[in-house]
Each structure stands twice: as structure tokens, then as C-alpha cells.
């Protein structure tokens, strides 16, 4: 007898950020039960950033989605702060329903879904074997996009990474930017 078990999504992290007036924990969890809604079209959703500001009597609220390594934003203004959300996540919902039915349309896979089962696979093979010395203290899963070096460079630039791993588009392998500095970062290659 097979039960059908419905898919469980994820939503891995909620920032908020809100410069000048702090939102109330009310505020809070109405944003996190509609973003909620959000975690429908993806197996996981990796980050979300919710800035909100008070400007002129205007509620502005913008999120920032990171799901199957792919960046969504957009951003409201409203009378009320319950109309900016209500919207910023209606017009995000559009955007990611796009996206998936763009994925589906090419017959690609969500990664998100790709590397879930892979990691299903190696969970099972490890429980048979005990770990050998050295040990990992924490796994860090990064979907790699196909960009080119300018455009990685930008993304490692928005995100405020000290480390940033991308698939090079132009040179077909796996780099990572690693910062020196704000503005100034080494480039590590793959070669093999």
C-alpha cells in the first residue's frame, strides 16, 4: 500500500531589512505566511530578503527571491503595508510560474530537484560506510549558473560573497571568485 506523500517545500531563510523603521512581529509573520506561497513552484527556496521602508507616507516592500540559483526581485508601493506585500508576492508568484513552466517547456529538470536526488542517493551509500578522518563541519549547496566572468563578478559584487562559484560560460569550467578586497577578487579555474 503506497501512501502519496505530497511534496515538502522549504524555504531556507527570511532577512528582513528595514533602514529607518523596524517592522513589528506581526508584520513579520503576515510576510512570512505569504511568502510562504512563494515555496510552491520550487522544491527549495534558498533565500529570501524582505526590505521594507516607509517613505512619504508609502509602504514600500521589496523581496529578493534566490530559488534553483536563479535571482527574482520585485517591489511595491502601497497605502497600506498589507496591499505592498499582498502584491510584491502576487507579481513574484507570476515571475516564478514563468520560470518553472519555461523549465518544464525545455524539458530541463528544476536543479533544486537534480541535486535533491542526488543527495538522496549519496545519503543512502553513506549510511553503509562510517566516515574516515578528516571530517566536514557543514555542506554549502551552490546551484551553478551558467555566466560569463563579467556578469559573476557583478552577482559576487551584489551578494557581498567573499567566495563566489559559477560555471564560466566562455572558458567551460568551474571558477571561483574569492575577494582580496571590495572591488578586487582572485579568479581560481578548474582544469581537468
Not at 29 to 46: C, M, P, Q
Not at 63 to 81: I, M, N, R, S, W
Request: aromatic residues 6%; proline residues 4%; contains cysteine.
Amino acid at each position: 500500500m503506497s501512501k502519496s506523500r505530497r511534496k515538502q517545500v522549504e524555504i531556507v531563510d527570511v532577512t528582513f531589512r528595514s533602514p529607518h523603521q523596524e517592522l513589528s512581529e506581526s508584520e513579520k509573520a503576515y510576510v512570512r505566511r505569504k511568502l510562504t506561497k512563494l515555496a510552491r513552484f520550487f522544491h527549495k527556496i534558498w533565500t529570501l530578503e524582505v526590505t521594507y521602508e516607509l517613505v512619504r507616507g508609502q509602504h514600500r516592500v521589496a523581496v529578493l527571491v534566490d530559488a534553483d540559483g536563479q535571482k527574482f526581485h520585485h517591489d511595491e508601493t502601497g497605502h497600506e503595508f498589507r496591499a505592498a506585500v499582498d502584491a510584491v508576492v502576487q507579481k513574484l508568484e507570476h515571475q516564478l510560474a514563468r520560470y518553472k513552466e519555461r523549465l518544464q517547456k525545455r524539458g530541463r529538470t528544476p536543479r533544486e530537484e537534480v541535486i535533491e536526488t542526488a543527495l538522496a542517493a549519496s545519503e543512502t551509500e553513506s549510511e553503509e560506510t562510517p566516515a574516515p578522518n578528516p571530517t566536514i563541519r557543514r555542506t554549502v549547496r551552490v546551484p551553478l549558473k551558467p555566466m560569463s566572468l563579467e556578469e559573476a563578478l557583478m552577482q559576487a559584487e551584489l551578494e557581498g560573497a567573499t567566495a563566489y562559484m559559477f560555471h564560466d560560460a566562455d572558458a567551460r569550467r568551474y571558477c571561483v571568485l574569492v575577494r582580496v578586497e571590495k572591488g578586487v577578487y582572485d579568479l581560481i579555474e578548474g582544469i581537468g
